[in-house]
Every structure is written in structure tokens, then in C-alpha cells.
């Protein structure tokens, strides 16, 4: 048998970890004794990705709430 290489994006990467990070700490927080070093591994992943995925945000310019015309001055 041949397996094909799925090529993904980084991004669809790290949205893929952020809802493996999120179902690890969701999942062990629900458990009767849950398990500490999965419910770490999965915040960590959480935490990793968001940090990837805010970096991808371009910087928009920022608009000022009171634009002042000479007008009303």
C-alpha cells in the first residue's frame, strides 16, 4: 500500500492544535481523577497555538475614535 503525504498549511496546523489543546483540557477537566500531565499537554498546546495564530494577525492602523476636522475646532 501507498500512503499519500497530506501537505497542510501552518495554519490549518495550529487550529488543528488548538482544538486538540482545547478537547485535552476540556476532556480531563470532566474526568473524576483527571490527569494531570494530559490536561498540561493539552493547555500547552492550546496556549502554543493561539501564540502562532495571534502572530499570523497583520497590524492594522489604528483609527482614531475622534477624528478632529478644523471645522470644529
Known amino acids: 500500500m501507498r500512503f499519500k503525504l497530506i501537505r497542510m498549511s501552518k495554519s490549518t496546523l495550529y487550529y488543528l492544535c488548538l482544538l486538540l489543546g482545547g478537547f485535552l483540557v476540556i476532556v480531563t477537566e470532566f474526568q473524576d ?40 475646532e
Open 33 to 72: 481523577e483527571p490527569d494531570l500531565i494530559l490536561q498540561l499537554g493539552g493547555f500547552c498546546l492550546l496556549m502554543l497555538a493561539l501564540f502562532q495564530i495571534s502572530k499570523s494577525i497583520k497590524n492594522h492602523p489604528s483609527k482614531e475614535l475622534y477624528s478632529k476636522n478644523d471645522e470644529e
